[in-house]
T-cell receptor
């Protein structure tokens, strides 16, 4: 089983839709969970950062972590064409100098006007 | 807004040649990383660097790879003898506090094409 699996895409939604993006993972040591957004020809940029289980909300974005199910989600409310990008989940087991991120493959979202 | 800058944006090289990819991290950051993304595949960790030494490296980061912070501002990735399978987008990232604050700032990437 791959360490981090992300729903395959691409995903196309109309403007204003609620978008749900998901990742599952197999490594129970993961404690730090992130969602990155990557526009074409750009590097990833951090959207949400969550430690352990629970929810975190930031504007139109909500991140959920369920460690018991090894499942994380990103919800985007009132999606906008500017949200069109590739979304990557990433996770880590610790935060020391030797920490590293393990990424999902990414899903490309297109929001139609 | 401070940003991580990478050069070159695209490099084409012949198999067996040495390549140096350069990065200027954000000035007050202490943790530096290289990740790579082969076309159509995941972003993969290569190496982390802190306090002038490698703190972690992946199995991809073999003897053909090296990193250096030669002058306190640049952070370089050298591939000694490139292979076809080294063709990828290479991302440099930096962080002020490591992953404890969550945010790694990524550059726009250097695309390496090995022929």
């Amino acid at each position: 089983q791959k360490e981090v699996e992300q729903d395959p895409g691409p995903l196309s939604v109309p403007e204003g839709a609620i978008v749900s993006l998901n990742c599952t993972y197999s490594n129970s040591a993961f404690q730090y969970f992130m969602w990155y957004r990557q526009y074409s020809r750009k590097g990833p940029e951090l959207l949400m950062y969550t430690y352990s289980s629970g929810n975190k909300e930031d504007g139109r974005f909500t991140a959920q972590v369920d460690k018991s199910s090894k499942y994380i989600s990103l919800f985007i409310r009132d999606s906008q064409p500017s949200d069109s990008a590739t979304y990557l989940c990433a996770m880590s087991s610790h935060t020391g100098a030797n920490s590293k991120l393990t990424f999902g493959k990414g899903i490309t979202l297109s929001v139609r006007p | 807004e401070p940003e991580v800058t990478q050069t070159p944006s695209h490099q084409v090289t012949q198999m067996g040649q040495e390549v140096i990819l350069r990065c200027v991290p954000i000035s007050n950051h202490l943790y530096f990383y290289w990740y790579r993304q082969i076309l159509g595949q995941k972003v993969e960790f290569l190496v982390s660097f802190y306090n002038n030494e490698i703190s972690e490296k992946s199995e991809i980061f073999d003897d053909q790879f090296s990193v250096e912070r030669p002058d306190g501002s640049n952070f370089t990735l050298k591939i000694r003898s490139t292979k076809l399978e080294d063709s990828a987008m290479y991302f440099c990232a930096s962080s002020a506090f490591g992953l404890s604050a969550g945010e790694l700032f990524f550059g726009e990437g250097s695309r390496l094409t090995v022929l």
